[in-house]
């Protein structure tokens, strides 16, 4: 992967995200996405035993026993605060918690998912893009914005039709911060608590719904014309 010019500053949020090559597919069916779902919550942590290719083939006494340890007491690399996974891309909003984290968690989660979708899929080479695109959070607001930005990609890409549909949607965080878990990859509190209440988050993210996708609209006439 190709050194970064601009460093990724340990304590700040980035919202980080990675197309396929080509604009080709990298998720295409319900075992890659959850694939990708557990890659993203377990290389999220500094200190791994073993590499998650071995780790989701333990006993399940073992997956459970290490799940809880780490979802406990394990350092982290990065704070995941929300992501969202989409046909050809992802996006991650994070903060880097120890120095290199983000650019090492990266590492960790594209190569594992890639072995993965390249041995199911009986092919060789790259998936993702060589350089992960990186942009620093700098205001409060924008930090709200990206993050509905981002839990609305797939309404805004017709990956699902309605809203309902995309408070359901499995691959991003969104169902995390309506129905919260005690162990959840997401660390919704830096968001939610700028809202009363998580409904008031919804409600913030669901009223620019359309708009995103008009605009959405808009920009792919404008690419065509």
């Given at each position: 992967?190709?050194?970064?010019?601009?460093?990724?500053?340990?304590?700040?949020?980035?919202?980080?995200?990675?197309?396929?090559?080509?604009?080709?597919?990298?998720?295409?069916?319900?075992?890659?996405?959850?694939?990708?779902?557990?890659?993203?919550?377990?290389?999220?942590?500094?200190?791994?035993?073993?590499?998650?290719?071995?780790?989701?083939?333990?006993?399940?006494?073992?997956?459970?026993?290490?799940?809880?340890?780490?979802?406990?007491?394990?350092?982290?690399?990065?704070?995941?605060?929300?992501?969202?996974?989409?046909?050809?891309?992802?996006?991650?909003?994070?903060?880097?918690?120890?120095?290199?984290?983000?650019?090492?968690?990266?590492?960790?989660?594209?190569?594992?998912?890639?072995?993965?979708?390249?041995?199911?899929?009986?092919?060789?080479?790259?998936?993702?893009?060589?350089?992960?695109?990186?942009?620093?959070?700098?205001?409060?607001?924008?930090?709200?914005?990206?993050?509905?930005?981002?839990?609305?990609?797939?309404?805004?890409?017709?990956?699902?039709?309605?809203?309902?549909?995309?408070?359901?949607f499995p691959w991003s965080s969104l169902g995390e911060y309506f129905n919260p878990k005690k162990f959840q990859i997401s660390e919704s509190?830096?968001?939610?608590?700028?809202?009363?209440?998580?409904?008031?988050?919804?409600?913030?993210?669901?009223?620019?719904?359309?708009?995103?996708?008009?605009?959405?609209?808009?920009?792919?006439?404008?690419?065509?014309?």
């Amino acid at each position: 992967m190709p050194g970064r010019i601009q460093p990724l500053v340990t304590g700040e949020i980035y919202h980080v995200f990675n197309l396929g090559i080509a604009h080709g597919p990298t998720f295409t069916d319900k075992r890659e996405y959850l694939r990708a779902k557990n890659v993203l919550w377990y290389y999220r942590f500094a200190s791994l035993p073993v590499r998650f290719s071995y780790f989701s083939v333990l006993n399940q006494d073992e997956r459970v026993s290490l799940t809880r340890e780490l979802n406990i007491s394990g350092e982290k690399l990065i704070d995941c605060l929300c992501f969202c996974f989409m046909p050809n891309h992802f996006h991650f909003l994070v903060r880097q918690v120890k120095d290199n984290g983000i650019s090492k968690f990266m590492s960790n989660f594209q190569n594992s998912y890639t072995r993965y979708f390249n041995t199911k899929n009986s092919r060789l080479g790259q998936l993702f893009l060589d350089q992960f695109k990186a942009t620093r959070i700098e205001t409060e607001e924008q930090l709200l914005h990206i993050s509905r930005y981002i839990h609305l990609n797939p309404y805004t890409a017709y990956v699902v039709k309605t809203l309902s549909d995309l408070e359901t949607f499995p691959w991003s965080s969104l169902g995390e911060y309506f129905n919260p878990k005690k162990f959840q990859i997401s660390e919704s509190q830096t968001i939610v608590s700028q809202f009363k209440t998580a409904i008031d988050y919804k409600k913030f993210v669901f009223d620019q719904a359309d708009y995103q996708r008009q605009l959405d609209g808009i920009k792919h006439l404008t690419l065509e014309g």
